[in-house]
């Protein structure tokens, strides 16, 4: 390796998978913690159409 590459990922792309994959890890750890399942996350959610 002598330092020069070429990303083949445009723009942000990395920063952005790797920061979904650290939040739904983190919403996961929550989940459990609180007890809450699936189910009770739909209900709170809202649908802007």
Known sequence: MNGKH???SPLGT???VSTL???DGLI???MD???KTEDD???RHT???
């Open 6 to 8: 070429l990303s083949l």
């Open 14 to 16: 990395l920063f952005e």
């Open 21 to 23: 994959i650290f939040l």
């Open 28 to 30: 996961a750890q929550l």
């Open 33 to 35: 913690k609180m007890g």
């Open 41 to 43: 996350l739909k209900k």
């Open 47 to 49: 649908v802007l159409e």
